[in-house]
């Protein structure tokens, strides 16, 4: 039996923040002065720049990879189907901009899968057993919505009823790691709670990767030239490079919570340290995909089909079958499980996804596979990780990361109160950051108050 969509994820708020492949640098040499220089080339760039460059001043993207997109990225040559190795959905289609955006250029958006199916071992769950889980799920889920009205915040571990029976290794993963890429015990209740829902999603045929890159086409984007120093005061600032030094009026930092508590991007001054802190406390959860292209559809599946497993521990994965009517699976590794065995390398990751998929559906799997590929988040220099996730307490660091220092501006998923680990919060907030570096400048301005209506001399004169 099938659980529906909007059940499953409104439940669990599963989501992923999935990354395209660009091939686009500055033809010349590098500009000396613009009015706003934007440190990467993700989501939250782009839609700065994007923002900038329609406000008529002059914006200068620069992105220390070899690609536009971030933490959206997609392989379009592996596999049979262009495959999103990073961020994956879309949400909220009635308010996210994305949406239309990416239907003004061309591309192609289609509905999350409508089901998801629960192995208990070899087999699916009974329609008994669903509902089971569905209370289960809907009874952790207020426990910890309960917890973040406290007075302190707690972890969302230490919220969860103790009685949750087969199904509490399985709430833990849908609710931490494949929701969040970490453990319960390492959550924010409140920051969990605030989270907007995701139930509504979208991906994009073309990949999320390849809506980014086209996004930014257009836009004056220096590929391969990482920001080595920024220099800021209250007026100004300036943006060291190994291409040379870049002079402008405001900066927007989109670099991950992760790089950012890093130390990698040095700042002279240093960043005030409750920034610092504020990243710390937003650090970047792992999520990876492990993709197998398994032809003759082995696992006997439908086109899309997610399924979970009623698991026995946190090692346990989210699966994402025949995408696109395809012969490619997604097996998705995340929370500390997914840490260490990314660390491990991607034969071992691979090694994982084959022996998962046999426990729940037989030997046949590993002569089938074909071809594999698995994303190591963790180890991108700059990204360090999937998606962030407060700690316990660490929600207002939230609103501590959306906060200028001097000329300087913050954006990207991590500063985003309730889209956070979403492609729609980094966009979001990239807008929003470059709205307030376009104030600092001068070039737009509140309207003025209305001034109340000058009495006529006639009532002065009475």
């Known amino acids: 039996m099938t659980i529906t969509r909007r059940d499953f994820l409104s439940a669990s708020a599963a989501f992923t923040l999935a990354p395209v492949l660009g091939e686009r640098a500055w033809g010349a040499s590098l500009p000396r002065e613009a009015d706003v220089v ?3 080339a993700g989501a939250a760039g782009i839609a700065a720049a994007r923002r900038v460059m329609a406000a008529n001043r002059k914006v200068i993207v620069l992105e220390a990879t070899a690609r536009v997109g971030g933490r959206c990225l997609t392989d379009a040559t592996t596999f049979e189907v262009p495959f999103d190795r990073g961020a994956r959905w879309m949400h909220n289609p009635d308010t996210n901009p994305m949406i239309r955006l990416a239907r003004g250029v061309g591309l192609e958006l289609v509905p ?14 009974r329609a008994g057993e669903v509902e089971e889980l569905l209370a289960t799920l809907v009874r952790a889920n207020r426990a910890i919505d309960d917890a973040s009205r406290g007075k302190a915040d707690v972890s969302c571990a230490s919220a969860l009823p103790k009685d949750l029976g087969d199904w509490a290794a399985t709430i833990e993963f849908l609710f931490g790691a494949n929701a969040t890429g970490k ?9 969990k709670s605030r989270a907007q829902d995701r139930s509504a999603a979208l991906a994009c045929r073309q990949g999320l990767g390849t809506l980014i890159a086209k996004l930014g086409e257009g ?30 009026r405001a900066a927007i930092i989109t670099a991950s919570s992760n790089v950012l508590a890093s130390g990698a991007l040095k700042f002279a001054p240093d960043l005030p340290k409750r920034h610092l802190d504020a990243a710390a406390k937003l650090s970047l959860g792992s999520y990876d995909h492990i993709a197998l292209a398994l032809p003759g559809n082995p696992l006997g599946l439908a086109r899309d089909d997610v399924v979970i497993e009623q698991s026995k521990d946190i090692k346990t994965a989210f699966l994402l079958a025949n995408i696109g009517a395809s012969s490619l699976c997604s097996i998705d590794v995340a929370g500390s499980f997914g840490r260490d065995l990314s660390a491990q390398g991607e034969p071992a990751m691979i090694a994982f996804a084959v022996e998962w998929l046999t426990k729940l559906f037989g030997s046949d799997v590993a002569k089938a596979v074909k071809k594999s590929s698995a ?30 220092a001097g000329s300087v501006f913050f954006a990207g998923e991590a500063a985003h109160e309730t889209l ?8 979001e907030s990239g807008e929003r950051a470059a709205e307030a570096a376009l104030r600092k400048i001068g070039a737009i301005r509140d309207p003025e108050p209305a001034q109340p209506a000058r009495a006529s001399k006639k009532r002065r004169r009475s």
């Open 38 to 40: 934007v440190i990467g």
């Open 112 to 125: 999350a899968p409508l089901g998801q199916k629960i192995r208990i071992g070899r087999r699916n769950a």
């Open 183 to 191: 453990d319960l015990k390492d959550v924010s209740a409140i920051d």
């Open 219 to 248: 836009l004056a984007v220096s590929l391969a030239t990482p920001a080595t120093r920024i220099s800021w005061s209250g007026r100004d600032v300036s943006v060291e490079t190994p291409a040379g030094k870049i002079a402008a």
């Open 375 to 404: 994303t190591r988040w963790n180890a991108a220099p700059f990204a360090l990780g999937a998606m962030s996730a407060a700690m316990p307490g660490g929600q207002p660091s939230r609103k501590i990361l959306m906060e200028p």
């Open 420 to 427: 956070w680990g979403t492609v729609d919060g980094a966009w």
